[in-house]
């Protein structure tokens, strides 16, 4: 059974989106049967540029891609989610809909590389640098024997990744 994991972010144009991308392609590349989506409380509408880019250049095809509300996440006929990891601050501390099938939740934050000094150049390091920390921390949830721990076991385990 799919593991579906909802990634929150405030605007859904930059770290979010870099988790899913990250989470679906180390998965699909390893095998595991873990699915990422991406939504914000308040979507910007737009994908940031240097996102994406990052995504592409470690090998993540963007296409489809969109920034969603969270909205679409809490409804009749989602997907229901195992998993929901909040990326920034402020995404962590507003109330968040009631989601179906009452998954684990885990705050995994990060800076906002879309805040990075050095102009273009300084952005580019700072969103390939999230990308990186985010892959890591995926890599490390898609080792967990999801299918065979218990919503407890998944929370500790999602917490100590959280410290890492």
């Given at each position: 059974?799919?593991t ?5 972010c ?18 699909h ?8 989506y ?65 998954p ?18 300084g ?37 100590a990744?959280?410290?890492?």
């Amino acid at each position: 059974m799919t593991t579906n994991v909802l990634i929150l972010c405030t605007h859904n144009s930059a770290r979010s989106v870099l988790s899913e991308g990250m989470l679906n392609h180390l998965a699909h590349k390893l095998g595991k049967d873990v699915r990422a989506y991406s939504a914000g409380s308040a979507p910007s509408g737009r994908l940031n540029p240097f996102a994406l880019e990052a995504l592409t250049h470690a090998g993540v095809d963007v296409s489809g891609y969109r920034s969603k509300s969270w909205d679409e996440f809490a409804g009749t006929g989602a997907p229901e989610m195992r998993i929901v990891i909040t990326v920034c601050d402020s995404a962590a501390q507003e109330t968040c809909p009631y989601w179906p099938g009452s998954p684990v939740k885990v705050h995994w934050g990060y800076a906002d590389p879309s805040n990075a000094p050095g102009g273009d150049e300084g952005k580019r390091l700072a969103f390939e640098l999230t990308r990186q920390a985010i892959g890591y921390r995926m890599l490390q949830l898609i080792a967990l024997p999801l299918e065979t721990m218990d919503n407890a076991q998944l929370q500790q385990a999602l917490s100590a990744i959280s410290a890492s």
